[in-house]
């Protein structure tokens, strides 16, 4: 069974492991300044909030929620900005009980809406976000 709950700074080396592992399912390197900027952001819960996922005492997913305001709302937004899971374990329900537990939080902070974003190929995830959200029109365009 998983066990999902707010990330602890016991957590930080199977949290860094798994973030690796994400940055490199996305083929992304950060300094390592940032990455430790990042955890310490998240064992505050500030700006963010994460929560850890667990199956048989080990961490095996991770998940990062981003409250913010939003001029279509008086309650405020929150963007789900990292969902990861151990390649070994998905489709154990680990990313759903993390996606379940972005919800709550933002539920319990009043914010109306969850929302995130995911690369166009990851048909693994897709086929999870399909059965647990609703799918938008918007296209993402930036400017780096």
């Not at 990861?84 to 009980?97: I, L, P």
């Amino acid at each position: 069974m998983t066990k999902v709950r707010k990330i602890a700074a016991s957590d930080e080396a199977d949290w860094r492991r798994l973030w690796k592992a994400y940055l490199d399912f996305y083929q992304v390197e950060l300094p390592e300044a940032h990455t430790a900027k990042l955890f310490q952001g998240l064992i505050k819960g500030e700006p963010f909030f994460a929560f850890v996922a667990e199956k048989e005492g080990a961490v095996i997913g991770f998940v990062h929620g981003l409250p913010h305001p939003s001029s279509w709302s008086d309650t405020g937004y929150c963007y789900l900005e990292d969902l990861y899971v151990d390649k070994d374990v998905r489709g154990s329900g680990a990313g759903r009980a993390l996606i379940n537990a972005v919800y709550e939080e933002a539920k319990s902070r009043g914010l109306s809406r969850v929302y995130w974003h995911t690369n166009e190929g990851n048909q693994t995830a897709r086929k999870l976000y399909d059965k647990v959200a609703t799918l938008s029109d918007f296209v993402q365009y930036r400017m780096d």
